[in-house]
């Protein structure tokens, strides 16, 4: 369980012998938006993580319950890595197409982020190889002002832009490894997160160095 407050999607983590169950992906946010698998596939890093496994088919369901309208406050965080770059690839996506609020690979070797407010933010930034892990995170703060939704790939701002209000109360189901109506992901998934407030540029350099080693980063 995360040790930071407002998580809405807080996966258990399984490391060791026990392998997660094939169906689900279980939330241990107090909201308790489990996540459906579909296609996806359990496998143990050498770390001993247990991690998801996509074949460009497949996907987790978690929902629409209201706690995924995240408002003007928000953090999509998780590690990924792509089998091949030039692909669009789904992490995390609330939406179709026009998401609420999506972190992706995109289809131009860069790493991709999507807010809905009162306009339009679509992100782009830094680069991805094949094969190799990266923890994306997506930030936004409607009250922060200039440059406040923030794109990091690892813990490096590679793009920023400018929103107010609230992100779009989209009905669609939260996605884990599927940005609806751009692709899914073929390769792998660890650790996906989403909460209802910003983390900070510390609390994220503190997350990666404290889970990189997992990744054998």
């Known amino acids: ?62 929902g629409s319950g209201n706690s995924l309208n995240l408002g003007g406050f928000v953090t999509l965080i998780a590690w990924a890595r792509q089998t091949t770059i030039n692909n669009w690839g789904g992490i995390i996506s609330k939406g179709n197409y026009n998401f609420s609020y999506s972190i992706y690979f995109r289809n131009d070797g860069a790493n991709g982020g999507y807010i809905n407010a009162t306009g339009t933010s679509n992100m782009s930034g830094g680069s991805y190889s094949a094969d190799t892990w ?5 930030t936004y703060d409607k009250d922060a002002g200039a440059n406040n939704i923030i794109l990091y790939q690892n813990t490096t701002v590679v793009d920023t832009d400018t929103q107010t209000g609230d992100t779009d109360t989209v009905g669609d189901a939260l996605k884990v490894g599927d940005a609806n109506g751009l692709g899914k992901i073929t390769g792998r998934i660890a650790l996906p997160r989403v909460f209802n407030y910003p983390l900070s540029p510390a609390q994220i350099y503190k997350i990666y160095n404290a889970e990189r080693s997992l990744f054998g980063v």
């Open 1 to 62: 369980m995360s040790e930071y407050r407002g998580a809405v999607l807080d996966p258990r983590i399984y490391r060791g012998e026990t392998s997660p169950p094939a169906a689900t992906l279980e939330d241990e946010s107090r909201y308790g938006n489990d996540g459906a698998i579909t296609g996806a596939t359990w496998t143990r890093l050498p770390s001993g993580l247990w991690v998801q496994s996509y074949g460009g088919a497949d996907s987790i369901d978690c």
């Open 134 to 138: 990266y923890m994306s995170t997506l």
